[in-house]
């Protein structure tokens, strides 16, 4: 009897995902580490001693770099940083239900379902066709202009909603291909039990398009994490605005240098996360094809 390939993974265990190195590999990998970090200490020991070495470096370390202002600053923009990170977590739950959405109308199949399908291709061509920090603007400052009853008028909610509206469309787009990338036999073996077209994405299709897709979500995570900063424009007091008005008040740009590793504390873990588990997830196809 033919064994599944996943089942076939999942009796070896990790061995099966992770096969054993030959002292060979292991040497090789061992020498080819050395080299890595020889280089590194190398290439960025130059970049260093060039930027310590110019003749301008003691005017941009007082300007970029000073330590006084640098825990001056700190908790002010700290301070205003907290609010980025509500308004990544708020956006993020919204792109992904909102992306899912339209992707699974988007995909939806037969005569019936073109003006829908043709809605979702508009609204993700004009998300997509424009700038994000000019969308936030023109929503930031054009719809609260109209004094519409029953809508928000604070620049803090349309720049979050702006971030939805960009990203949704980018997201809708990463979860298309992984349908796509569902055989089609899915889809007709799960229309021939009797599931409608909304059953079939719902239970069938998207659960396996959503694994497939997990690294690139993870990727918008990172890009998301970054751009909320974009709402400062608004007039919204979060971490770069913060930044941006020590800078005006003292004339000097540590403040940015501040805002700078609040930011990477941030970003660098989740990219890094993102590397191993794109790494994880190769490592277990290529497994399971052999």
Do not use: C
């Amino acid at each position: 009897m033919t064994q599944n390939p996943l089942e076939r993974v999942e009796r070896r265990g990790p061995q099966m995902l992770w096969p054993r190195r030959s002292p060979r590999e292991s040497e090789e990998n061992g020498r080819g580490a050395w080299i890595a970090v020889i280089s590194t200490v190398v290439v960025f020991g130059l970049l260093i001693a060039l930027a310590l070495n110019s003749q301008y470096w003691p005017a941009v370390q007082r300007q970029f770099f000073n330590w006084g202002h640098f825990k001056t600053s700190f908790p002010l923009v700290l301070d205003g940083f907290w609010l980025d990170v509500k308004m990544f977590i708020v956006a993020e739950i919204l792109i992904l239900v909102i992306g899912l959405a339209v992707a699974m109308a988007r995909s939806l199949r037969g005569p019936a379902y073109t003006p829908l399908r043709l809605l979702m291709i508009g609204y993700i061509d004009l998300a997509r066709g424009l700038p994000l920090l000019l969308l936030i603007l023109l929503m930031g400052f054009g719809i609260p202009s109209l004094r519409l009853p029953g809508v928000p008028n604070s620049a803090l909610f349309w720049g979050v909603a702006a971030l939805v509206f960009s990203y949704s469309a980018y997201t809708a787009e990463v979860y298309r291909a992984g349908i796509d990338s569902v055989p089609e036999s899915q889809r007709m073996s799960a229309r021939s039990i009797g599931l409608t077209q909304g059953q079939a994405l719902w239970h069938v299709i998207v659960p396996q398009a959503v694994r497939n897709v997990i690294p690139a979500l993870l990727n918008g995570f990172v890009s998301l994490q970054k751009d909320v900063a974009l709402v400062f424009v608004l007039g919204v007091r979060e971490g770069l605005r913060e930044a941006d008005i020590y800078n005006a008040r003292t004339f000097n740009y540590t403040s940015y240098i501040a805002a700078a590793v609040l930011f990477l504390l941030v970003s660098i873990p989740v990219a890094r996360f993102t590397d191993w588990y794109s790494d994880r997830q190769r490592k277990r196809m290529q497994a399971m094809s052999t």
